[in-house]
C-alpha cells in the first residue's frame, strides 16, 4: 500500500534496535529521507543507509541539539517519531525498590525526552504541517504490568500528547500516539533481557516464557506483536492518508485490554 510519503523527512529516535529500527526501516520503504537518533549507531541501523545522530535523550541538552542537526542534514522535517524509551527493573520490582533518581531517570527517558524534542521540532513541523506519532506503552493503561515509575511517565506521555494534539491540530500538525503491548525486542529476548530475568525468576526457560506469556496476558494472537506491526502503523499514521486523525491513541495489544 503506498502510504503516499515519497519524498517526506522525518527524525526518528531510539532507532538503534527494536521497533525504532524497524520503523526506520518502514518509512525507507515508503520514500521517507530518515534521520535516526540513537545513542549508538549498531550494525542493523548502519546497513539502513540512513542518516545517524548519536546522543542521550535523555540528557536535557540532546533534543534541540539532535532536532537542529536532523533538521540541517535534511533540510527540513514533516514526521516526528518520539520512539525512545525504556528503563531496567528487576522483575517483580514494586514501589519500594524506586528511590527519587530512579523515578527521576525514569521520566527522563520516558516523558521529557519526547517533550523536549517535540518542543525543538514543532516550529519545523508548523511550517511543514507536519505529524508526530508518539509510541507509548500499555503500561499507561495497566499500570500495574510494569514497574510503576515506567507507566506512570507513559500515562503523563499519552497525555501530553493529547494536550499538543488540541493546541497544535488547528494549526495544522497532527499528533497521534501508539499504545502497543508486549512486542518482540530485545526486552523480551537476550541472555541479559527482561524476559530472560523474568523466565529465570519463574524457573522456566526464556523460550517457554516467549512461548507461553502472551496467552497468559489474555493476548488474543497467543503471540507477542511483532515490531513490524507497530511500524506500519506509524507510517499510516504519518501519512496523507489519515489526515482526520487527531488526537488518537491507537491501541495495539493483541485484545489485552477489555475496557471499551
Known amino acids: 500500500m503506498d502510504m503516499q510519503l515519497a519524498g517526506k523527512t522525518a527524525l526518528v529516535t531510539g532507532a538503534s534496535k527494536g ?7 518502514v518509512l525507507r520503504e515508503e520514500g521517507v529521507a530518515v534521520a535516526a537518533a ?3 549507531v549498531t550494525a542493523e541501523l548502519a546497513e539502513t543507509g540512513v ?3 548519536t546522543g542521550d535523550l535523555s540528557d536535557s541538552e540532546a533534543p534541540a541539539r539532535i532536532v537542529a542537526e536532523a533538521v540541517t542534514a535534511l533540510g527540513g522535517l514533516d514526521i516526528l517519531v518520539n520512539n525512545v524509551g525504556g528503563g531496567a527493573a ?3 520490582a514494586g514501589f519500594l525498590d524506586f528511590d527519587d533518581a530512579a523515578w527521576s531517570s525514569t521520566f527522563d527517558l520516558n516523558l521529557y525526552a519526547a517533550v523536549r524534542t517535540t518542543r525543538a521540532a514543532l516550529p519545523e513541523l508548523l511550517t511543514s504541517r507536519g505529524s508526530v506519532v508518539t509510541i507509548s506503552s500499555d503500561s499507561a493503561r ?16 499519552n497525555a501530553v500528547m493529547k494536550g499538543l494534539s488540541a493546541e497544535y491540530g488547528p494549526q495544522g500538525v497532527r499528533i497521534n500516539t501508539i499504545t502497543p503491548s508486549s512486542t518482540l525486542t530485545a526486552l523480551w ?3 541479559q533481557s527482561f524476559g530472560a530475568g523474568l523466565a529465570t525468576a519463574m524457573n522456566i526457560s526464556n523460550e517457554e516464557l516467549l512461548a507461553t506469556l502472551p496467552a497468559q496476558m489474555g493476548m488474543i494472537t497467543g503471540r507477542f506483536i511483532e515490531p513490524r506491526e507497530i511500524a506500519t502503523a506509524v507510517a499510516y499514521l504519518a501519512s496523507p492518508l489519515a489526515d482526520s ?16
Open 90 to 92: 528487576a522483575p517483580g
Open 51 to 53: 542518516i545517524t545522530l
Open 189 to 191: 529476548t537476550g541472555e
Open 245 to 260: 486523525v487527531h488526537g488518537a491513541n491507537w491501541i495495539i495489544d493483541a485484545g489485552v485490554s477489555e475496557t471499551v
Open 19 to 25: 521497533m525504532g529500527l524497524e520503523i526506520v526501516r
Open 142 to 157: 495497566r499500570p500495574q504490568s510494569a514497574p510503576l515509575p515506567y507507566g506512570a511517565a507513559k500515562a503523563a506521555l
Open 38 to 40: 540513537s545513542r549508538a
